[in-house]
């Protein structure tokens, strides 16, 4: 007689609010199956975050708790467990006991924090403690993290300081869709899909999901001089915002639209990106290997310059600082990088070079080790 097979694997994934939380932990739930079809994933996150929409459509179920808000700096308050925080992981830790939770998943923010705060044993009962990964996208650490590193099984991080302690150095999961691109086989069926010149050197420009007005005026205004210079354009300039393009009837479309939902057939398309610098973006665009003008967020803690300066290191971008991304920077700096073939050779190899294409996969690996090793 046999005995009774063993239960799957449950991994709970704390990464909402936006997409550069959401998407890791989606790429390394994917990859959680890649290595067993029959674990157990759930996603927590808040009804407000991005992913309501993002977390279902990838076919994973979605637990919502309260958000937390979190203090600027790590404070007693914030371990008094004010009448939020404790409601959040009161219900956090009932999810946790509903799915028989094996090792928790966090990648900072909001969603993270009552995660990190209810893997621990109840104040007054007995409850066994669940282990805790923390993955780290951004150059600094943000708050949740710091919480979550100190008891954490393994910290895992994008860049080699970021501040955790212990932190191993994995980059960021980038979802397979993404680096298993192959931008040259796939590049005629991306052009024809968004009507862009099948031949002429071709601009991505985006700005998050939101759009950024500065990429917007300073590309937009650009316009005859990149047609004049044979160069194609693909702007995605935000739901919520609007562009003006005058240009000459002659030369490559310039494809205005307000949103990518095929990201992985708009770097199929481009030659190179204008775009933010954000720790995701970063990620992606190194991972298929397209040369970028990266323009940080002007405002913050510097952060976003911060994630770019790895990949601009390596000679795979640029860095252009806000105040400076003007029409006159278009014209005096990415056109003659569109119309240089060389030099977008060099720099797409660099920027491969740069990127971590195996992260989701060796994310996985470390989380079912651990999982595994708190079963047994």
Partial sequence: MTGARPRPVSVVLAGGGTAGHIEPALAVADSLRDLDVDVRITALGTERGLETTLVPQRGYPL???????????????????????????????????????????GFGGYVSLPAYLAAGPGILRRRRRIPIVVHEANATAGLANKVGARRAARVLTAFPDSGLPNGEQVGIPVRAAITSLDRKALRAEARDHFGLDPDAPTLLVFGGSQGARSLNEAVSAAAGELAKAGIGVLHAHGPKNTITV???????????????????????AADA??????????????????????????????????????????????????????????????????????????????????GHRSAAAEVAKIVMDVARGNIA
Wanted: hydrophobic share 45%; aromatic share 4%.
């Fill in 63 to 105: 637990e919502l708790i309260p958000p937390v808000p979190m203090p600027r700096k790590l404070t007693r308050q914030l371990f008094g467990l004010p009448a939020r925080v404790r409601q959040s992981v009161k219900q956090t830790r009932a999810v946790l006991d509903r799915v028989e939770a094996d090792v928790i998943v």
């Fill in 246 to 268: 005058s240009r000459a009837n002659d030369g490559p479309a310039y494809m205005a639209v307000p949103y990518l939902s095929r990201m992985d057939l708009a770097y199929a």
């Fill in 273 to 354: 990106v204008v775009c933010r610098s954000g720790a995701m973006t970063v990620a992606e665009v190194s991972a298929v290997g397209l040369p970028a003008v990266y323009v940080p967020l002007p405002h913050g803690n510097g952060e976003q310059e911060l994630n770019a300066k790895p990949v601009v290191a390596a000679g795979g971008g640029i860095i252009a600082h806000d105040s400076e991304l003007t029409r006159d920077y278009i014209i005096d700096h990415v056109i003659p990088l569109l119309t240089n073939p060389g030099r977008l050779t060099e720099m797409s190899a660099a920027a491969a070079g740069a």
